[in-house]
């Protein structure tokens, strides 16, 4: 029995150097392999003229198919065949398939034996696939052949272009490095296989980079192409690296990636000072320690390169010391020892700047040092007399007199030798004044009689002082920020009727009084009240302007003329202020070209059903019952009674007014002359004067006097008080009086006057002297004067 599997064309070269081993039976004509069944079979050919090679004492052996990956035809791709010795063509066996595949992606034809591929395969997802081949009668199922198991290899094409998986790279190579000095080395992988053709077989090229960078074409190692680099030149390069397949021949695929190389900094570059003469000057009162200038030598080098240390060489050693900023690399030079003007008022020093970390290979450039000078001046300042001995001990007997000499102080002025010294004691030290001291010689002597017993000692501090000195002060007043950011001008929009959304209708910008030492910078926003209006929007344009724009079309005058926006404008002060400031923008009618044409309200058109002369006459309907309602809120205003009745007031205690003119001298009716008499006479306490009264106006007067006293027996000044309180007690315990406030007012006068009173309102219950008979003769007009003052009595009475 045998197997006969056929295979395509390509396949049969590959399968022929396995001949010699003699592992497979090949018909040569058709391309089959047997595989036998038993040992001692007799040959079997096959369709066609054929040589049969068999193999014996072996059960039979498969090989592995090939398939080509990626495969576009429309058919399914023929892979090979099977076939078995037992199958005589009469449809009694058939051929299965199973394993990886079957089915799926490999089908079999049951009575053939053909096995075709029906999907596209990618060696790069699975590059062989396991199958199993079975011959079986179609009736029973009984195998007719033994099971055996053979292999699909998907054969590579180029499809897979180079990848460089580590890019893009970075990478560093000293300055001044010589020329092939390798910098880093890049690598490209291809997913193509790499024993099957040149698919996988990657050369390197430079695209960009040149000239001063290469790249082998085996191996990726990028290299400098250029000797003696300089950084302070320039310091970084980005190189394009191309990585091609097919040995870079024409078809092949590409893939590039970024190499970024940067110089790294050597010791190159010597320090340099920016100027061979420094001049500086401190005050001979400066504090030991304290700083007194900074020098720096420039480096064009970076990092541990461009460290420094300086040293002073002449005239400074002793008196200052320089030490190295470790942050600046400046030189900083401070006071070791007091200075003394008078002593030295000036130093000449010569400094030196040299690098910490020299590079012996750059020794050759020259030296990597440098020096300059540094002179400091030292100013004088008006310094205190100075004492010839700190502590004077001095001894005085406890008898001496007042007036006796101790001992002397000295001291002098160190600015000036001929500087006069004044003497004075501390009394605070000498609260007893026990001594003085003479204030040009310093002699001190007794000022009282001293006693050991009660103070042995006596510690005094003597004041030495000289010519007092001016100074003077330039005053310089600092800006605070107190002024919030305005509007630059007032500014004028018009705002057209056609305006599209999102459109710049203005650019506003602000200014501030202040000047702060940066610059103004200002802040433009819409206060939050407005922020989310539906018509306009501001952007702050980031240089102290912001423009104005529109959120919306179809603005039109019929609807609204005039917006008024409000602006929130904030400077960058500490603390910061802020102003609100509105614009009015304007709707206008635009032309074509956006030029405003008219702006401001437009008239509105009449309904197509309502003419001019109904709108008149409507509009005078209205005006004529505003004028009737004025008119009776008038009269009405007129008709309102007053809270008490003109005619019932009393009029001895009220102000009247009167509409009517007298009657002349036969008026009687008018007022009543009553009111006029004097009030001095006691009156009835019951009646109230701000309401009309219950009795007659007029009523009898009592003619002896009563409890009450009469005013006119009292002082000025109680009889006033007493006729006021009197009056507010009446009014107080009247039941008949109203709730409200009332005027009250009184015709009183006073007594005590030597020309006695030169008031007719005693005269009506008083002697009078004067004779007025005279008053019958002036005709009838006088005749009620003549009635009252004119009878023969001498009294004046009311009738």
């Not at 030296?367 to 300059?372: A, K």
């Amino acid at each position: 029995r045998h197997i006969t599997i056929t295979l395509s064309g390509p396949i049969l070269a590959l399968l022929l150097p396995l001949w010699e081993q003699g592992c497979w039976s090949l018909i040569s004509v058709s391309g089959a392999f047997v595989s036998s069944g038993a040992q001692n079979q007799a040959p079997h050919s096959a369709e066609g003229p054929s040589e049969l090679l068999r193999r014996h004492k072996r059960s039979w052996v498969w090989n592995q198919f090939f398939v080509l990956e990626e495969y576009t035809g429309e058919e399914p791709l023929y892979v090979g065949k099977l076939h078995s010795d037992m199958d005589k063509g009469d449809g009694k066996v058939k051929y299965v398939l199973s394993g990886q595949g079957a089915t799926s992606i490999f089908t079999i034809d049951e009575s053939t034996g053909d096995i075709h591929a029906t999907k596209r395969l990618d060696r790069e997802e699975q590059a062989y696939y396991t199958l199993q081949a079975r011959a079986v009668d179609r009736k029973t199922e009984i195998p007719v052949e033994p099971i055996s198991e053979f292999v699909v290899k998907v054969q590579d094409i180029n499809d897979n272009e180079p990848k460089f998986m580590d890019g893009p790279y970075m990478a560093g190579v000293p300055e001044m490095s010589a020329l092939g000095t390798t910098v880093v080395q890049v690598a490209a992988t291809d997913a193509d296989d790499p024993t099957y053709g040149n698919s996988a077989r990657v050369v390197y090229s430079i695209i960009s980079g040149q000239p001063y960078f290469s790249v082998d074409p085996k191996t990726g190692v990028i290299r400098t192409a250029l000797p003696n680099m300089d950084r302070e030149m320039k310091d970084q390069y980005v190189l394009v690296i191309q990585a091609k397949d097919m040995v870079g021949q024409m078809g092949g695929l590409s893939g590039t990636t970024s190499v970024t190389v940067t110089l790294t900094d050597v010791n190159d570059n010597p320090p340099r000072f920016s100027r061979k003469n420094y001049q500086y000057t401190v005050l001979e009162s400066l504090p030991v320690a304290s700083v007194v200038a900074r020098v720096k030598a420039a480096d064009a080098d970076i990092g541990s390169n461009a460290e420094m240390e300086y040293q002073i060489m002449e005239d400074g050693p002793g008196v200052f010391n320089i030490t190295t900023d470790e942050d600046t690399q400046e030189g900083v030079i401070i006071l070791q020892k007091p200075l003394d003007f008078e002593t030295k008022n000036s130093y000449n020093l010569r400094i030196e700047a040299t690098n910490r970390n020299i590079d012996p290979a750059f020794v050759h450039l020259g030296s990597f040092s440098d020096t300059t000078f540094v002179k400091v001046t030292v100013e004088d300042v008006n310094e205190p007399p100075v004492f010839t001995t700190q502590l004077s001990k001095m001894v005085v007997p406890e008898d001496a007199s007042v007036g006796s000499p101790i001992g002397r102080v000295s001291a002098h002025d160190p600015d000036s030798s001929n500087s006069p010294v004044r003497y004075s004691i501390d009394r605070n030290t000498d609260l007893e004044r026990f001594f003085n001291v003479d204030a040009l010689s310093g002699f001190i002597s007794t000022a009282k009689p001293l006693d050991r017993e009660v103070n042995s000692v006596h510690n005094l501090t003597i004041l030495g002082l000289s010519h007092i000195g001016k100074g003077f002060a330039a005053i310089t007043v600092l800006d605070i920020n107190d002024n919030a950011p305005v509007f630059a001008i007032e500014y004028e929009t018009l705002l057209c009727e056609n305006a599209a959304p999102g459109q710049v209708i203005q650019t506003i910008s602000a200014v501030d009084k202040d000047e702060p030492p940066s610059g103004h910078q200002f802040y433009f926003a819409l206060p939050a009240s407005v922020a989310g209006n539906s018509n306009f929007t501001l952007r702050d344009n980031k240089d102290n302007t912001a423009s104005i724009v529109t959120k919306r079309g179809g603005f039109r005058r019929r609807e609204q003329v005039l917006y008024r926006l409000p602006v929130l404008i904030v400077d960058s002060g500490s603390p910061a202020l802020s102003s609100t400031n509105t614009l009015s923008v304007s709707v206008c009618d635009c032309d074509s070209d956006g030029v405003a044409q008219s702006c401001g309200a437009v008239a509105y058109t009449l309904p197509a059903g309502l003419s001019t002369g109904a709108l008149v006459a409507i509009l005078g309907c209205i005006i004529t019952l505003l004028v009737m309602v004025l008119l009776i809120v008038s009269m009405h205003r007129r008709k309102k009674e007053p809270l008490i009745l003109e005619e019932e007031r009393d009029v001895r205690e009220n102000i009247v007014r009167y509409d009517d003119e007298g009657g002349g001298e036969e008026d009687t009716e008018a007022f009543d002359m009553v009111a006029l008499r004097n009030l001095n006479i006691i009156r009835d306490p019951k009646v109230r004067r701000d309401v009309t009264p219950d009795t007659p106006t007029f009523f009898p007067y009592p003619t002896s006097s009563s409890s009450r006293p009469v005013y006119k027996t009292l002082p000025d000044n109680v009889v006033f008080r007493e006729f006021i309180w009197d009056r507010l007690k009446d009014a107080d315990v009247d039941p008949s009086a109203p709730p409200y406030d009332s005027l009250q007012t009184y015709a009183f006068e006073g007594s005590g006057s030597v020309a006695e009173s030169l008031s007719s309102l005693e005269s009506l219950s008083t002697d009078s002297e004067q004779n007025y008979d005279y008053l019958s003769n002036w005709g009838p007009r006088f005749k009620k004067l003549a009635d009252l003052y004119g009878n023969s009595d001498g009294n004046s009475v009311f009738s």
